[in-house]
C-alpha cells in the first residue's frame, strides 16, 4: 500500500515563496526527495518504508480538501503493507510558528477525514506522520505536541492522563547543522547544496562553509542539469541577498573549477541583463518623455485656438501636469467656456 508524502508552508499555493521554489524543485526529485526524508525520519521509521517503491503521485490524489494545506508535492511507497500517510511541511519565516501543532492536527485531521474508511464495522485510519522542516533565524522552541500546547498545569495534566489529545510531528531542524552535519547526512550534491543555500537564508554566516561543501559544488555544475541547478541557486540567493549583499560574489570567491568557471558564465550573464534591462528602462522613460511632451504641447495649441495665447502661470501649470491631468483636461477643451472650467 503506498505511502504520501506531502510538503506544505505557511504561504498559500497560489502565491509560492523562492524557498517553496527551490524545495519542490529540488526535492520534487525523487531520488533527492527520498534521501531527503530517510536523512530526516527516525532510523526506526525509515527502515520499515519501502524506499524503491517510491514514486511521485498527482496532488489530486491526495484529495480536494488538502490542496488549500499542501503543496503538490506528492510522493507515494509502501511501508507494513498499510497505507500510509507522511507530510513534510517547510516552514521558512524568521520566527518559528507558534501555530504549527494546530496546523499539524488540522493537516491530519484533514487526511483522516479524506481516508478514513469503516473496516468490519469499526473505523480505520491511516497512519499520518508530520515532518516539519525548518531554517528560520531563531531556535525553534514551539511544542512538539499539541498536547504540550494545553494551557493547563501539571496537577490537572496528571489528573487527565492518557485523556490529554496527542498529535505529534518531527522536527527537523536544518538550524541545527553545520556544514559537516550537512554533508554527512549522505544526500545527493544538488539536495545538499539547496539545503546549504537554504540555511544561508537566515544565516549569513553559513555562506562561508560553502568552501567545505566545494566538491559537492563541483558534482552539481559537472551534472547533465548542472547548468540550470546552478542557475537555480544564484537566483534564489539573489532572493535572499539583503541591500548591499552580494552572496552570489561571496559563494564565486570560494569555488574553483568547473564550478567556478560555470558561476562566473552566469554572473556575467546576469550583468549582460541588468544592462540591457537598464537600457530598456530608459529607452521606455524616453519614449514616456516624449508622449508627455506631446501631449502638453498639442494641449496648449488646442488652448490657444480657443482661447487666445496663454499666459505664462498657466503654460507652467500645464509642463508640470501628469499625463492623467493633461487628459482631464483635453477632454474638457471642446465643452469648456473659458480656460477656468478646463482647469476646474
Given amino acids: 500500500m503506498p505511502v504520501h508524502l506531502g510538503m506544505t508552508d505557511d504561504e498559500t499555493l497560489a502565491h509560492p515563496t523562492p524557498h517553496d521554489a527551490l524545495f519542490k524543485r529540488v526535492f520534487g526529485d525523487l531520488e533527492r526527495g527520498g534521501a531527503l526524508l530517510r536523512s530526516s525520519l527516525p532510523v526506526e521509521l525509515s527502515r520499515v518504508i519501502a524506499w524503491d517503491r517510491l514514486e511521485r503521485v498527482p496532488t489530486e490524489s491526495v484529495g480536494a480538501a488538502l490542496r488549500g494545506l499542501s503543496s503538490d508535492l506528492v510522493f507515494s511507497a509502501e511501508i507494513g503493507g498499510r497505507r500510509s500517510y507522511i507530510c513534510v511541511l517547510v516552514e521558512h519565516q524568521s520566527t518559528p510558528d507558534p501555530q504549527m501543532p494546530r496546523r499539524v492536527v488540522d493537516y491530519v485531521a484533514r487526511i483522516w477525514e479524506r481516508h478514513a474508511a469503516p ?10 506522520v508530520p515532518l516539519v522542516v525548518y531554517h528560520g533565524a531563531r531556535p525553534w522552541r514551539v511544542p512538539l505536541d499539541i498536547g504540550d500546547a494545553l494551557d493547563i498545569d501539571e496537577a490537572v495534566r496528571d489528573a ?46 553559513f555562506v562561508t562553509t560553502a568552501t567545505e561543501l566545494a566538491s559537492l559544488f563541483q558534482q ?13 541557486l544564484v537566483g534564489y540567493l539573489g532572493f535572499i541577498s539583503r541591500p548591499g549583499e552580494d552572496l552570489v560574489g561571496a559563494l564565486i570567491s570560494q569555488l574553483d573549477g568547473l564550478a567556478l568557471e560555470k558561476m562566473m558564465e552566469l554572473e556575467e550573464m546576469l550583468a549582460r541583463k541588468k544592462r540591457e534591462e537598464g537600457r530598456q528602462e530608459g529607452r521606455a522613460e524616453g519614449l514616456a518623455e516624449g508622449r508627455a511632451q506631446r501631449g502638453t504641447e498639442l494641449l496648449m495649441k488646442l488652448l490657444r485656438l480657443k482661447f487666445g495665447e496663454l499666459d505664462p502661470e498657466t503654460v507652467q501649470r500645464l509642463s508640470d501636469a501628469s499625463e492623467a491631468e493633461l487628459d482631464r483636461w483635453a477632454e474638457r477643451v471642446l465643452t469648456a467656456s473659458d480656460l477656468s472650467e478646463v482647469f476646474a
Fill in 220 to 232: 552539481v555544475a559537472a551534472a547533465e542539469d548542472g547548468g540550470e541547478a546552478l542557475a537555480t
Fill in 119 to 128: 473496516v468490519d464495522g469499526r473505523l480505520v485510519l491511516p497512519l499520518v
Fill in 160 to 205: 487527565v492522563g492518557v485523556l490529554v489529545p496527542r498529535v505529534r510531528y518531527h522536527l527537523d531542524d536544518l538550524t541545527r547543522l553545520d556544514a559537516t552535519a550537512l554533508r554527512a547526512r549522505g544526500l545527493p550534491a544538488w539536495g545538499t547544496v539547496a539545503l546549504w543555500a537554504l540555511r544561508s537564508a537566515f544565516d549569513r554566516g
